[in-house]
Every structure is written in C-alpha cells, then in structure tokens.
C-alpha cells in the first residue's frame, strides 16, 4: 500500500472512522514529493528556492500585464501563486470562525480546520472517493440533487439506497431513515442536504432532534455511521421553526461511532457561483488532533492527484469579501430580497385550487419549491411550459416540478405560477 498511506492508516486504524474508509481511502496519502519538499523550502530556503515549477522574477511571480490588469485589489502572489493543497491558510481560518459564528453550538467542539475544495461538487466527490465503494450503500432521502448518482454510483459504483423523504402528515421520514439504517450492515452512510434541492424544506428543530437521537441510536447499537451533510444552501432559512444550525453541529461530537462530515462554500453563501470555492470540514467525538491530521493528509492526497490545487485568485477574493467590514450587512440585504420572493411564493401556492393537478410539497428555505404533478407527466409539463409559455423549469422522476424562485424577481412571481398554472390546467385537459 505504500509506507506513507500505512503511517496515516496506523494513526486512523483503532478509531471507528477506519472502517468506513473506501479501499482508495485506505491507499491514499500526501506525497513527500515536489509539493511538501516545496513547502518546506518557503520556510528554509533563505537564498534561492529552486523547488516549485513557477516563473519568478525579483522574488514574485511573473506574469502578464493584460492579465493582471483582469483582478484588481490583489497582489501578484494572491493572483497567480499556487495556492496550498489544502487552500489558503487565512481563508480556512476565517471560514472556520464564519462556521462558530453561523453554527454557536460548535463554539468549544473539536472539529478540523476547512480543507478549501474545487467547489461543494468537488467536495462531495472528494468524500465519495474517500469513504465509498462498490458494495457499499448510500442513504439519502428520495428528493435528491441527481449529480450523487454521477458521484456514488456511477463513479464509486456505490448503490443509492433512497428512504422516502416526507412521511404521511409531510414530516421528514425519520422512521424510515431509520428502518434504512437496519437493513445496512456495520458500515452505514447517510447524506442528509438542507435546505432541500429539490424540495426547498429544512428540518424543523424537533426534527433535527429527531434524526440525531435516531443516527445515536444506531451508533450505540454498533453500526459505524458517516454522515455526509451537504450544506449547499446553508443560511437561507425562511421560518423561525426551522433549526438554523447545520446537523453537523449535533453529530460532530455525538458518539465516537459518528463521523460527520461538513460540505459547504461560498457558493451560494456568498453569491459566487463561478467561484468553484467550498469546503470540507470532519467532526467526530473519537477523532483526535492526530486523526484530523491523517484525515485532512488523505483528503489533499485526493486533492492533489485529481485537481492539485484549487483556485488561487477566488480563494483570495473571497477572503477580501468575508473580511471586509460590509460582509455581513451585505448578506442581510440578500437575505431580505430572498425572503420576500420566498413569501410570494408561499402566498401563491397555500391558495391553489383543486382544479389545478399540481400539489405543493412543504418547503420553508432555499432557492427551490417543488410541486407534485397528478395525473400526467411531469415531462411533458415541462415541455409545455417551454414550448408554449417560454418558461423553464425542471422535472424529475417525472412526477415533481422543480421551480426555482431564486432567478425570478419578486414582481414577476405572480405571473410565473399564474401561467404555470395555467399550462398545467391546458395539459390536463389534453391528458
């Protein structure tokens, strides 16, 4: 397996997180090759550095007039450097210190420091290659984003094991996460995303109770649990019912048979979408400084044999951003915008009318709502409204309508739901 895996191996191998580890997992390592040797330059190579493949010139980098000409406010180093591994160190530091902010309930917990990743996706498929295999099942709620089955099954070759998301009274399903649980062996895996996509819906704070008694349950029967909390949406929370801190928060100390891993970014957050900025951050009440050591060593071995490093100039810019003294009224303002489409919405929909085949799934947060389609597909209603009224949409199992109310400003709501209504009426006729 190689002496350098075998060394993170023996320091992960007596916690429960070992077994829970993909054969890959178990295999991969941080080379002590160009990229440590290069680091350990930058500390003690007082008269040249001669080790990283950059073009230098009177100790900075060298670069294109035309170019730097594109990114204003940041240095040569923070535009055109490589950025470490593992991300830029103030970056992981200050995202940390954003979390204990957003997530109280962490403040005194011991979790690693963010590990910075291409974007969530990347951070989702890092975790994959780490933790999941073919034979193993993954437990998510059957209202799921349809990139994890590009990422656990088609990739790792891992089977999605879907548990029914709403139970009859439109509840999260606890009850059948767990009876899910049950039927999988010793080594469990669990990916709970909110705010929803596609559903929009947040755990209420009884819920969240709920879900982490039933994982600690499971846990103290013996079952090794990771759960992956895919964070996407985190912070757009519409109603005060809804737990405003990430699952994480909970799990990361539950029971030393828990792993939970927290993937979030700026993404969404911070309105940068292009960015391709996230982050990976492990908890576990077994895991100790030396084992989120090894685990952040494998995650930028997995990092540096996929993407090497991830973006220098959108790490630093998000880091000006989150620095700068008008951050968090900035994502006030935002806040406020989305919640009054969100209120819009919710307006609308609580008043539908029978006569109209479409039925509203909860939703309380996030940038989507997502209606079940009855008596027809939710295909062909897709098409409709994009043949004949021009407006997008997207359907899934072809039975749900996902609208997005994130793109459509708040005076233009009434008209998008009144004509989508009114496809869905003209179709049923047809139908």
């Known amino acids: 397996m190689g002496g350098l895996a075998d ?16 054969d890959l997992g178990k295999k991969l390592y941080f080379p ?28 900075q980098p060298m670069y294109l007039p035309s170019m730097r000409t594109l990114v204003g406010g940041l240095s040569l180093f923070e535009i055109f450097a490589y950025a470490p591994t593992a991300g830029v160190p103030e970056l992981r530091t200050v995202w940390m210190k954003e979390m204990l902010k957003k997530n109280p309930s962490l403040i005194g917990k011991k979790v690693s420091l963010p590990i910075i990743t291409s974007g969530l996706t990347h951070g989702i498929s890092l975790i994959a290659d780490l933790f999941t295999e073919k034979g193993d099942k993954v437990l998510i709620p059957d209202m799921f984003w349809g990139n994890y089955s590009l990422i656990f099954s088609v990739r790792r070759g891992a089977e999605i094991d879907s548990f029914k998301f ?13 009876k899910k649980i049950d039927e999988c062996g010793k080594k469990v895996v669990v990916l709970l995303n909110f705010p929803n996509n596609p559903t929009g819906y947040s755990l209420t704070i009884e ?30 929370f519409f109603e005060n019912y809804i737990e405003t801190q990430s699952i994480f928060a909970s799990l990361c100390d539950a029971h030393d048979n828990i792993t939970a891993v927290k993937i979030d970014g700026s993404t969404k957050e911070d309105l ?27 995650t930028m071995g997995a990092i540096r044999s996929t993407v090497s490093s991830c973006s220098t100039v959108s790490q630093n810019l998000i880091l000006k951003g989150l620095k700068s003294s008008s951050y968090h009224q900035e994502k006030m303002e935002v806040a406020k915008k989305m919640k009054n489409r969100y209120n819009a919405v919710k307006k609308i929909v609580s008043s539908i009318t029978y006569d109209i085949p479409l039925i509203p799934l909860p939703f309380n ?13 939710a295909e062909a209603l897709r098409k409709y409204l994009l043949d004949r009224y021009g407006i997008g949409t997207i359907s899934i199992q072809d039975k749900f309508l996902r609208v997005a109310f994130s793109s459509v400003d708040t005076k233009d709501i009434p008209d998008l739901f009144a004509k989508i209504f009114k496809a869905a009426k003209e179709l049923d006729k047809v139908v």
Not at 33 to 41: H, T, V
Not at 211 to 235: M, N, P, Q, R
């Open 272 to 298: 940068v979408w292009g960015f391709r900025t996230g982050f990976i951050t492990y908890g576990g009440k077994a895991l100790d400084d030396e084992s989120y050591a090894a685990l952040e060593k494998k």
């Open 365 to 377: 947060s996030g940038y989507f709502m997502t209606f079940v389609v009855r008596d027809m597909s």
């Open 32 to 59: 002590k090759g160009i990229i440590s040797q290069s680091n350990e330059a930058k500390k003690d190579a007082y008269d040249y550095n001669a080790t990283i493949g950059m073009a230098m010139e009177n100790g």
């Open 7 to 22: 060394e993170l191996n023996s320091v992960l191998e007596n916690k429960p997180v070992y077994s829970l580890l993909s």
């Open 166 to 178: 709403f139970d009859e009274r439109y509840r999260f399903n606890v009850a059948d996460l767990e």
């Open 207 to 236: 819920e969240q109770m709920s879900t982490v008694e039933v994982l600690k349950k499971k846990a103290e029967e013996g079952k090794s649990i990771l759960v992956i909390c895919d964070d996407s949406y985190f912070g757009l």
